[in-house]
């Protein structure tokens, strides 16, 4: 009998925790950002006025001023110094903060922190640049586009008729330009104790969104977090890249370095990445819009869910390398019977054009030319059928062989290479992401290739059932009835794929 566990994290779409009501109010709240709201937000930010947003300057402290009237405007309270919405700090440099409280008395006292730079380099330097220097650095991309997405967001958590259950920051940090200083500032004095933050999401450039790939990285730092945000994806056209790097190059380290889950969402560096030439015509506001309602869906849950990960402190050590590693394909498996055929051929059968030398059908006294009649006692008239019952059977097996210049058909008996396959696939699991098999081999021809199944593939439910681990998912496979359906992810878009398998053995 198959066990199938009940995970506590990240484990189901977000449809079986929300009811009708409630996914049909997570939809009308992110159709409230809209292409055209980010875009004035950016017009604005990446105006010449502004001078480039540098850290402490005039147009850094109007840049401030700008996203403390949004904030007001939407009643948030201030989570800054002395419950203002400025944290000040350095050389005249200020985050700006707003806080909207959660709704459940105990929850309510931990805190999402969402996040987005908004200073700039100003008029650029040989420090910070590459040029031309001394023209006003506009930064529309860079961070004008994640300071437009996360006032947005912000917009969209107010239009939902109850608040989440935790609370949530919306911090705009100053001085990342310059070494991340207001993220490091605020994880050095925060203002709600550091250990009520369970988790952060950073926003920086999000406006450049190309072939719909949006990076994102940090999805190791809790277990189970890429099927979590795959699965808030589900609606969306968005094809995710994880990135398994983890530098210091943007705000959501800060929060890492201090144990504190994070994710930042990236659409990529371009030609026009910290140049004079980053402005604010060139970005891409339908694609900021895409951005910015999966961050509202991804938050907004992870602000509501009942229980949250604990703090993965390996992958601050995991890097492309090892990712490469656990998702590379393994070689491709020893045909189990070693044989071609003609891909036209007049009669019954298949005429096989080639014998692989020291193979099973080598070893049994097949011989090219020879037209297979019967496998295992079943006439061939299907060619992927032909493939799929190779796969799956047990040797030996007899097959009736017509031989040109013999009389009569030959019975011949066969063993097989390798072990018998219901379905043609190979596959890894990792602690970072339970209840997740990874695809690493599908065997051409299988049932698992006919239906589309790739190498990387994730494969996250079974017969519309979670499993616990990879011993459980082989029981699965060897015990569920043919049609058996798996959801499966690609790209953090999930999938429902149908295998028509063979039919299972009397026990």
Request: aromatic share 8%.
């Amino acid at each position: 009998m198959l066990r199938y566990l009940v995970l506590t994290f990240l484990a189901l779409l977000p449809a079986v925790y929300l009811d009708a009501a409630e996914m049909a109010a997570l939809r009308r709240a992110a159709a409230t950002i809209m292409a055209g709201d980010l875009q004035a937000h950016v017009d604005v930010l990446a105006d010449d006025s502004f001078e480039g947003r540098e850290a402490g300057s005039r147009g850094g402290r109007a840049a401030s001023m700008y996203l403390l009237k949004e904030l007001e405007s939407r009643g948030l309270r201030g989570a800054g110094d002395d419950a203002s919405f400025f944290q000040a700090f350095g050389d005249g440099y200020r985050n700006v903060m707003g806080l909207l409280e959660g709704s459940d008395p105990e929850l309510k006292k931990e805190v999402i922190v969402l996040g987005a730079h908004y200073d700039h380099v100003g008029y650029g330097s040989r420090r910070n640049s590459y040029g031309p220097f001394g023209y006003v650095h506009n930064g529309a991309d860079d961070n004008a586009s994640g300071t437009a997405g996360l006032l947005e967001t912000a917009e969209a958590f107010l239009q939902m008729p109850s608040q989440p259950r935790r609370s949530v920051m919306f911090a705009f940090w100053d001085g990342e330009e310059k070494g991340l200083l207001g993220s490091k500032h605020f994880v050095a004095n925060p203002t709600v104790p550091l250990k009520n933050i369970v988790f952060m999401i950073n926003l920086d450039m999000i406006g450049r969104l190309r072939n719909q790939q949006l990076q994102v990285y940090g999805s190791r730092t809790t277990p189970g977090l890429r099927r979590f945000v795959s699965e808030i994806n589900y609606e969306s056209d968005l094809r995710l890249n994880f990135n398994w790097e983890l530098k210091a190059n943007s705000d959501h380290h800060s929060f890492i370095a201090k144990g504190v889950p994070a994710l930042m969402f990236h659409t990529g560096l371009h030609d026009d990445y910290h140049r004079p030439s980053d402005d604010s015509h060139k970005v891409n506001s339908q694609g900021m819009e895409q951005a910015s309602r999966f961050l509202f869906g991804v938050a907004y849950q992870l602000a509501d869910r009942e229980v949250l990960g604990p703090f993965r402190a390996q992958g601050q050590n995991e890097t492309p390398s090892h990712q490469r590693q656990l998702e590379a394909a393994l070689p491709p498996a020893r045909p189990r019977l070693g044989v071609r055929w003609y891909a036209e051929s007049d009669g019954e059968g298949l005429v096989l054009a080639h014998v692989e030398r020291g193979g099973a059908a080598d070893r049994g006294g097949l011989l090219v030319g020879d037209r297979l009649l019967e496998f295992s006692g079943q006439k061939i008239l299907d060619k992927v059928a032909f493939r799929r019952q190779v796969l799956h059977a047990r040797s030996p097996v007899d097959v009736l062989v017509e031989r040109p210049g013999a009389e009569e058909p030959l019975q011949l008996s066969i063993d097989l290479d390798g072990t018998p396959s219901r379905v043609g696939i190979a596959w890894r699991e990792d602690q970072a992401e339970p209840g997740t098999v990874i695809l690493t081999r599908v065997v051409n021809g299988s049932p698992a290739s006919i239906a589309g199944l790739k190498n990387g593939d994730r494969v996250y439910e079974v017969g519309s059932e979670s499993f616990a681990d990879g011993t459980e998912f082989f029981e699965a496979l060897t015990t569920l009835p043919s049609p058996l359906e798996m959801t499966v992810e690609r790209e953090g878009r999930l999938r429902a794929i149908t295998l028509d398998l063979p039919p299972l053995e009397a026990s």
